[in-house]
């Protein structure tokens, strides 16, 4: 799996729970499957080179979700 499951940071302060890296059913595009740890607490989905991209944050190139604790996979290992 390209990224671990775990607890990531956005660079923006929120939190997320990464649970798995799935495919697009028609484009076999691989997306992040996670969850948001405030709020309404809802899943959601994106493109995995979007995941994985830097941002500009104050002219410094950061990542924009950060790992913060990996956790073992909730998921079967295929």
Excluded at 17 to 42: I, K, M, N, W
Excluded at 55 to 73: C, I, K, M, Y
Aim: hydrophobic residues 40%.
């Amino acid at each position: 799996m390209p990224i671990q499951p775990g607890l990531y940071e956005h660079y923006k302060g929120p939190q997320y729970r990464v649970f798995a890296v799935a495919r697009h059913s028609e484009t076999e595009e691989e997306v992040v499957f996670y969850q948001a740890l405030y709020g309404d607490y809802g899943f959601w989905v994106r493109p995995l080179s979007m995941f994985l991209e830097s941002v500009e944050v104050d002219g410094e190139q950061v990542p924009r979700f950060a790992l913060v604790q990996a956790e073992p996979s909730v998921f079967p290992q295929s």
